[in-house]
Structure formats: C-alpha cells, structure tokens
C-alpha cells in the first residue's frame, strides 16, 4: 500500500563534481549485482552490472566497485551532470540458479547546475 | 531502450472491482517479472515467470495473480481491488536464461484504488 512521505538517502552535488552512491547488500551468496537509475514517472533504467568475482568495472562515466568482505556497492559518476538526477538503486541477485534480484533502498541524486 | 509495455499507464478504480494489468515484450525473453513499489521505496518482487506456464510467488505476499500463456504476454489480475493494493506495479523481462543479466523494466502502471 502507499506510504507517506520519502524514505530515501539523498546526496547533493554541484554539475561536474564526481558523485559516490553506497549500498549496502545483504545476502553474501549474492553472485551478481546491478546499478539502476529512476527517473520520475519512468521504470527503473540499467546502469552497470558486476559479477562476484569481480571487484571493480567501468563504463562510460561510472564505475562499481564491489567489496564483498564488508558486503558493499558503491556506484561512482564522473562528472555528474543534471541529467544524472534521479532515484539510484543497487539490486543483488539472492536466488542464485533461480534468478531473482532483490532491490536495496534507493538515494536520490540531486545535481545543482 | 527495452521493449517492454505497461498498460494502463494510471488506473483510478474503486474497492471491489477486478483489474488486470497488462505487460508485454517484444524481445522474445523467456524471464518475466512484477514488481510493487511504494512511491520513494524500494522494489519488491511479487511474481515471476520463467517460461510459458510457469508461474512462482515471489518475496512480497500479494492478493495478486498472475499467468503465462504467451512469451510475450504476462498480466496481472487483481480479482477484487483494495485501497491497500494503491501501488506503482513495474513489469519486467530477462533474456538471460540459465544465465545472469540486467532486467529491463517497462515504465509502470500506478494504481489507485478509491
């Protein structure tokens, strides 16, 4: 049902500065790991992906970085832009062989121009 | 940009009355999941489908059903709507059979019930 008001983590940034979002996972037999973005009004949008055995990847301005000993996703955007503001989600996948990804609690990004 | 479709895109009902939700894809995904969300919360799984005529409950309990006739094809039925079923419900697919990879989301359907 609907809950009232927001819950979410929020992070202010100016346009340019480099943008650190943190999740923290919860099942440690997780074996992959995925960044979404939110935009208000739309579903969920694909960032990056990280397998477990792997700690580090990169893509076109962000970057994940995995620490399994602690159980933590940072998602890191280069030179954040305004159009970077929305809703970030870290998503694991608990289910192992049956496929499920279980969503973390987001963190709004806000850019100021 | 995935090609997946919600509709209605906002759906206003009152108690008692049956809906249905519609999802479809076009990329021949054999993976199809729902999704509830609470506007400022986080996703919680609620059904998914790994191929025609399979069905599974997911983590979140829900009044909800749902069925997998066609690929493409997966709709979720609320026999008689609730004010406490108000929610954003986001559909999904997978391409990634036996495999790992991004779900890719459609854009919702709101749901108020009166």
């Known amino acids: 049902g609907e809950s009232v008001g927001l819950h979410l983590p929020t992070l202010s940034v100016q346009e340019g500065d480099n943008s650190i979002i943190n999740c923290a996972y919860s099942?440690?037999?997780?074996?992959?790991f995925i960044w979404y973005k939110q935009e208000s009004g739309k579903g969920p949008q694909f960032i990056i992906d990280?397998?477990?055995?792997?700690d580090k990847r990169q893509g076109q301005r962000v970057t994940v970085l995995l620490n399994k000993t602690v159980k933590h996703l940072s998602l890191q955007i280069a030179a954040t832009q305004p159009g970077d503001s929305a809703v970030y989600f870290c998503a694991e996948n608990s289910g192992g062989s049956n496929y499920k990804l279980t969503f973390g609690k987001g963190t709004l990004l806000t850019v100021n121009p | 940009e995935a090609d997946i479709y919600q509709t209605p895109r906002y759906l206003v009902i009152g108690t008692g009355k049956k809906i249905t939700l519609e999802c479809s894809q076009t990329?021949?995904?054999?993976?199809m999941y729902w999704y509830q969300q609470d506007p400022g919360m986080e996703l919680h799984l609620i059904h998914y489908s790994y191929g025609v005529n399979s069905t599974e409950k997911g983590d979140l309990s829900s009044e909800s059903t749902v069925s997998r006739i066609r690929t493409e094809h997966f709709p979720l039925t609320l026999e008689s709507a609730r004010p406490s079923h108000t929610s954003q419900y986001l559909c999904a697919s997978s391409d990634r059979t036996g495999g790992l990879g991004p779900l890719h989301f459609g854009n919702g359907t709101r749901l108020t019930v009166t």
């Open positions: 990329m021949g995904h054999d993976k």
């Open positions: 990280i397998r477990s055995n792997m």
């Open positions: 099942n440690s037999a997780s074996d992959y």
